[in-house]
């Protein structure tokens, strides 16, 4: 059971071992296609979409774990340069066959800085001016050190002064500069087109938030952290990071039960919460992680409820941690509402055959498919 991950390190190349991928048997379009990308911490995500009559069609997409890359296990979150995430960036591509150089970037929450902020003005034309002054006081270090972009808020619960005309709110937006310029470094060293980035916030909500949900909470699994979003209305209001991802179950879990790191990582996946016949102490130490970021999750969302009056309906889990076995009924008994796993994949077209394995690996995908379907719409 636990041989693939003892021989990744022998076989750091062999692809059916360290990427999770699929096309259609080199069907990929040469024509058409755009890429959403994924830069995560622990591994790479690529999907590339084309548009068919109005929709969007599903051509290829494919993981690919870092952690070789950077000589740690699979599912630890590594910090590579650029030119080491550009190799994995030309690897992926090349193994899930994405044919088109069309792509566009999820930037990392990390890397970025988000705030709704409200401002004294009504007339939109005053925003160039005002908001960059303004976001001297929200961004937390020299804001010639980042690029801001920012739009107005619809006020449509009537929260704020703009139904009188009196405030405007505004969503401000801000990116460090060397993040910016170390993943165009990247998309240009694998000699593909970045058409643009975007926070990784933004393609979460447009790839896993449907029209009709009300107030949700976004909650992305990562490997090192979780980021929380609560998004009203397709926007976002409110971020938080938790410094605990899904990493730090399989450390607990590799010292608990004296594994290696790539036999707890393996464990998990394999195991998860899952109780019958199990050893007690997978799930206690899996639980010891998970129970930390359930409890500050909901700490945040109640903290947001008494501030704005207003009631979360749902909370949508995205990330490669959402796909521990077991997690949304552990989560359902902390938020104590509708606790759904993302379906990113529901927002474009595929063949029938792919259903089961689409909606698993649903959740990882959240962010490369937000950012593809942006880049559809764009071209
Ligand atoms: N089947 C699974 N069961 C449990 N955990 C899993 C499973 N598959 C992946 N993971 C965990 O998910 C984590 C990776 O999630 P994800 O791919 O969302 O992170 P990332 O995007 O690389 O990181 P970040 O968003 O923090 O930069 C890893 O720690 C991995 O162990
Ligand atoms: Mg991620």
Redesign the pocket.
């Given at each position: 059971m636990l041989e693939w991950t003892l021989s990744v390190y022998v076989m750091l190349f062999d692809f059916s071992k360290l990427a999770k991928i699929f096309n259609f048997g080199g069907l990929t379009s040469d024509e058409g296609g755009v890429v959403g990308v994924?830069?995560?911490?622990?591994?790479?995500?690529v999907v590339q979409l084309k548009r068919v009559g109005g929709g969007a069609v599903l051509e290829t997409y494919g993981?690919l774990q870092?952690g070789p890359y950077a000589n740690v296990e699979?599912?630890?979150?590594t910090n590579l340069d650029p030119a080491r995430l550009s190799e994995a960036l030309v690897d992926i591509v090349r193994e899930a066959s994405v044919s088109s150089k069309k792509i566009a970037l999820g930037i990392?929450?990390?890397a970025s800085f988000l705030a709704v902020i409200t401002l004294p003005v009504a007339d939109e034309a005053q925003l160039a001016s005002m908001v960059p002054i303004e976001a001297r006081k929200y961004v937390p270090v020299p804001i010639n050190e980042v690029t801001i972009d920012w739009f107005v808020i619809p006020d449509t619960r009537g929260e704020t002064g703009a139904a009188k005309g009196t405030t405007l709110r505004i969503l401000l937006a801000a990116i460090h500069n060397e993040a910016l310029g170390k993943y165009r470094t990247v998309a240009k060293n694998a000699a593909l087109s970045a058409g643009f980035t975007e926070i990784?916030v933004f393609s979460t909500i447009r790839s896993s938030v449907l029209e009709e949900d009300g107030i949700v909470v976004l909650l992305?699994?990562?490997?090192?952290?979780?980021?929380l979003y609560v998004v009203d209305g397709g926007i976002v209001q409110r971020t938080h990071s938790i410094t605990a991802?899904?990493?730090d179950?399989?450390l607990a879990l590799s010292q608990a039960l004296q594994l290696s790191v790539a036999d707890a990582?393996e464990l998990?996946?394999?195991v998860?919460l899952s109780e019958a016949g199990n050893d007690p102490r997978i799930k206690q130490s899996l639980n010891f992680t998970l129970e930390r970021i359930l409890a500050e999750s909901r700490r945040v969302v109640g903290a947001y409820e008494i501030a704005t009056k207003v009631k979360v309906s749902k909370v949508i889990l995205?990330?490669?941690?959402?796909?521990?076995?077991g997690?949304l009924a552990t989560a359902k008994t902390y938020f104590e509402r509708d606790v759904v796993l993302a379906d990113p994949f529901s927002k474009v077209e595929y063949p029938a055959f792919l259903e089961d394995t689409l909606k698993e690996a649903g959740?990882?995908f959240?962010?490369a498919i937000g950012v593809a379907l942006r880049r559809l719409n764009e071209e």
């Open positions: 994924d830069i995560g911490s622990s591994s790479i995500k993981e870092l699979i599912g630890r979150a990392s929450y990390s990784e992305d699994l990562g490997a090192a952290t979780t980021k991802g899904s990493q179950m399989t990582e998990k996946r394999q998860g995205t990330g490669g941690g959402a796909l521990l076995k997690l959740p990882s959240a962010v």
